[in-house]
Each structure stands twice: as structure tokens, then as C-alpha cells.
């Protein structure tokens, strides 16, 4: 039998290269003004677009609701949260109204009709989380532009109870924030069925630095309060409100508040369902602040 050479057998593997061509072959960042927003036909004065990061897992997009504009009543096959970043209007979900306003967050369950409609005098701006990727990978996403059932009854029977609909600003703003490493969390108390985090607000002082950390799940992180940086691996990327920071697959990486109000940012992250899986890992470098990273360059290893 013909003998395996030394230097084979410490070749990097597969999932080694994957990880490595996944770090440095995509973007690591999107800022808001580089999402194409597209007119959806019928509804010219309702615009939307993704931050798109080619992600087959977890996405985040952006939509514009021009005054007196409203989207279509639809329905598909995904679970999206909604954050209002400026304006007023309403949803209907399966026949019932949510007002909402900036700051307030909304989530849209899975198969529910739904329509937001801007009623104020100002451009209504949300971004939005959502797990239409993993369907779409599934071939499995729907997406339906009818007319609704005859009567919302039948629409909670096919949708399911709603549930938690509403978040209002001053509820999740001055809720309970838990300490976690060098910031704080909070709990979004949604009836997700989709395996997520529900610890989806994350919070950093000024000043403040992150614990420097990996895990085996993808995160996208929509910058919903202030500025700083993200070390990925040996690599800074600078973020303001309303950019998209990707966390790529098990990169290590910390996050940096440079300035002078407490920075909040929002995960959109795969953890919840690897961890159904049994495939979540997470690693820590504790006590880690800055400094020389370079000895995180190529750390694609896997434990």
C-alpha cells in the first residue's frame, strides 16, 4: 500500500478553504446607501432591496414607503422583523391594525397577510430581517399576491396565532438589558418558528470593546445606533447607523464603539437553527482588547 507523504496529511482541509474563500471573497460590509431599491409594479411609491451578501441563511433588507404609498397584501413563506427608522403608518396582519412609528419594531409571522401603509407626511424607511434565503435554498419559499381568504378566520387558521405583533420603542429601549462580555442584550419576545436568537439587540457603551469571539453560524448585523469598527479576524471594517456588517462563517471578531452614544446593533444570525442541529460551536479569546491581530490572519481552523 503506498504510504501517505508527511506534509499530506497537514494539508489545510476543505472546510479550511471554505472557511478562507468565505472570509475574503464576499463583502464584509454594505453600507444603506448601496442597496438597490426596485419599485414593485402597481405600487410605485413602495420601494425595497436587500443588503445583499449572497447568504443562504439569514438577510437583511431595506424598504422605502413613499407618503400616501402603501405595499401589496401579501403572504410568503418566511418570518421578517421590522425596524422603523423613520416615519408613521400601519400593518395589517391577517385583517387586525399595528401603528407604528420610528423606533417601534414589527414582526410579520409566517404565511400572514400582510400590508404597511405609510401615513404620514414623511418617507417611511424600515429595514428588515429575514429568513426568505434558507426557504429559497430549501425551494420551498412561496410568496403569494392574492386576494385574501373571505374572512381573516380562515386566515389565522392557515397562518396560525399571530401572536406578538408590536414592539414599541420605549418597551424594547428600556427594557431589561442583560450583561453580556462587554455589552448588554435584550430579549425580543416574538413567537419565532424558525430556530433564531430572540437576543437580537445587542448594546455597547462608548468606548466599550466587544469580547473577541468565533462561532460555527453566519451573522449579519444591521448598525441601528451610532459608529465604530469590527475586527474580523486581522481585518478593521469601519460601520455607521444603517450599514450591514457580515460576520462570516467562524471568523473571529469583536466590536468597538468609537463614539459618544451607546452603539446598538441588531443580529440576524443562523445560530438558533444549527444549534437545533447540534452543530453550533462558539470560542473565546477572553480578556482579548485590541491590540496585535495579525495572529488571526488565516485562523481558519476548526476546534
Not at 405600487?43 to 436587500?50: A, L, M, Q
Request: with cysteine; proline share 6%; charged share 25%.
Amino acid at each position: 500500500m503506498e504510504q501517505v507523504r508527511h506534509e499530506e496529511l497537514n494539508r489545510p482541509s476543505s472546510l479550511e478553504a471554505m472557511l478562507r474563500d468565505n472570509f475574503y471573497n464576499k463583502k464584509h460590509c454594505i453600507k444603506m446607501s448601496e442597496v438597490e431599491l426596485k419599485p414593485i409594479p402597481g405600487h410605485e411609491g413602495f420601494r425595497t432591496g436587500w443588503y445583499d451578501f449572497g447568504s443562504k441563511v439569514v438577510a437583511w433588507g431595506l424598504t422605502e414607503i413613499l407618503p400616501g404609498g402603501s405595499g401589496p397584501m401579501h403572504r410568503q413563506l418566511c418570518e421578517s422583523t421590522m425596524f422603523v427608522l423613520q416615519g408613521r403608518g400601519h400593518t395589517l396582519v391577517n385583517g387586525r391594525k399595528f401603528e407604528w412609528e420610528k423606533g417601534d419594531i414589527l414582526f410579520v409571522p409566517l404565511f400572514a397577510w400582510h400590508q404597511h401603509v405609510n401615513t404620514g407626511s414623511e418617507t417611511v424607511r424600515y429595514a428588515r430581517m429575514s429568513t426568505a434565503p434558507l426557504f429559497h435554498y430549501l425551494g420551498v419559499y412561496r410568496e403569494e399576491r392574492l386576494d385574501p381568504p373571505p374572512s381573516w378566520e380562515r386566515a389565522d387558521q392557515e397562518s396560525g396565532p399571530i401572536g406578538k405583533v408590536i414592539l414599541k420603542k420605549d418597551e424594547w429601549i428600556r427594557g431589561n438589558w442583560e450583561a453580556q462580555g462587554e455589552g448588554a442584550t435584550t430579549l425580543f419576545e416574538f413567537d419565532y418558528r424558525i430556530p433564531t436568537t430572540r437576543q437580537i439587540p445587542s448594546r455597547v457603551e462608548p468606548g466599550q470593546i466587544g469580547n473577541m469571539h468565533r462561532h460555527a453560524s453566519e451573522a449579519q448585523i444591521f448598525i441601528y445606533q451610532g459608529r465604530g469598527f469590527s475586527t474580523l479576524n486581522h481585518v478593521r471594517v469601519d460601520w455607521e447607523e444603517g450599514d450591514v456588517i457580515r460576520v462570516p462563517l467562524f471568523a473571529w471578531h469583536q466590536h468597538t464603539n468609537t463614539g459618544d452614544v451607546p452603539t446598538i446593533h441588531m443580529k440576524n444570525t443562523s445560530a438558533g437553527l444549527y444549534n437545533r442541529m447540534s452543530m453550533l460551536m462558539r470560542d473565546a479569546k477572553k480578556g482579548f482588547k485590541g491590540g496585535d491581530v495579525s495572529m488571526l490572519k488565516d485562523d481558519f481552523k476548526p476546534y
